[in-house]
């Protein structure tokens, strides 16, 4: 059974940094493509940043050049990056996983979902 295991959330300042971690179990990595994905309170959920199967990234335009994509291979794990952190990022994120599609966006229906880490940037 895949299983995606978030972690690395917290309380940083603004213009802080912190590291999220999301753990793959029971699926060969690299073989799909994987999301990070956002949900404050009260707001609809949206994509952050997306690790295609060829390994390529893409983000969206509000983290872009703040947040960075990168994996592990051999810890099975996918990070996100997020440095300039700002007031406006406080959320619950999520890793997502997609078993058949080549290239991930926020309209992707993704198999699996990680149950999150908390995030907040104090002002």
């Known amino acids: 059974q895949v299983q995606l295991v978030e972690s690395g959330g917290g309380s940083v300042q603004a213009g802080g940094s912190l590291r999220l971690s999301c753990a793959v179990f029971?699926?060969?990595?690299?073989?799909?493509?994987m999301g990070w994905f956002r949900q404050a309170p009260g707001q609809k959920r949206e994509g952050v940043g997306y690790?295609?199967?060829?390994?390529?990234?893409t983000y969206e335009d509000s983290v872009k050049g703040r947040f960075t994509i990168s994996e592990d291979n051999a810890k099975n794990t996918l990070y996100l990056q997020m440095n300039s952190l700002k007031p406006e990022d406080t959320a619950m994120y999520s890793c997502?996983?997609?078993?058949?599609?080549?290239?991930?966006?926020?309209?992707?229906?993704?198999?699996?979902w990680g149950q999150g880490t908390q995030v907040t940037v104090s002002s």
């Open positions: 029971g699926y060969t990595y690299g073989w799909y493509c």
């Open positions: 997502a996983l997609d078993t058949r599609q080549f290239y991930c966006d926020s309209q992707t229906e993704y198999n699996y």
């Open positions: 690790r295609h199967r060829d390994g390529g990234t």
